[in-house]
């Protein structure tokens, strides 16, 4: 007997509702949790939900991706409570356009099954560099734009790193609202 695998065209828009439900649940965290006016009054972000094998479910950033995860760690090492960090565009397989977009991933479990990731992309205030908002216009490297950090575990299984995330907090001019806005988007 034949299974019939085709989903009808209601089952599919349900899907599809639920999943940009989900997505519009991250956004309203997002805005109601951050703490600069970059994050929170000008929507500089981007969400994006992702299958466990990192394929985009949804999403308006163009530059959203999983990869850099995978690049350094299996399906198998990802656990509950991991929180993955990055804003490096030499080491994020283009998904980071400049340093002050940061990015943070968070894998998605049903009974410990990895079976989605949630993403946020956000242009900061400020990540160090030569000028305050990290965007100098006489640049001559990218060492002057700001702290780069390449793909890193900032949770891993729950615990924080806290050194990683002093040392990334460190390096901003506004502190306070880029440690509210990374903990806004996780």
Not at 69 to 94: K, Q
Not at 158 to 186: K, M, Q, W, Y
């Amino acid at each position: 007997m034949a299974i019939n695998t085709e989903l009808s065209p209601v089952v599919l828009e349900v899907i599809e509702g639920s999943v940009r439900s989900a997505e519009l649940e991250i956004e309203a965290a997002v805005e109601r949790t951050a703490r600069s006016p970059m994050i929170r009054d000008q929507h500089d972000y981007r969400v994006a939900l992702f299958d466990a094998r990192g394929r985009k479910l949804t999403g308006r950033s163009y530059s959203a991706v999983c990869e850099p995860i995978f690049e350094r760690w299996s399906a198998e090492e990802i656990v509950p409570g991991d929180v993955f960090f990055w804003n490096d565009p030499y080491n994020s397989t283009g998904g980071i356009g400049h340093v002050p977009d940061l990015c943070t991933t968070v894998p998605v479990f049903h009974e410990e099954r990895l079976v989605a990731f949630a993403q946020v992309f956000g242009h900061h205030d400020d990540v160090g560099g030569m000028v305050p908002g990290s965007l100098p216009v006489h640049a001559t490297s990218i060492f002057q734009e700001g702290l780069m950090v390449p793909p890193i575990k900032l949770y891993d299984a729950g615990t924080r790193n806290e050194a990683a995330f002093d040392i990334v907090c460190r390096n901003s001019r506004l502190p306070d609202h880029l440690r509210g806005d990374v903990d806004a988007e996780i």
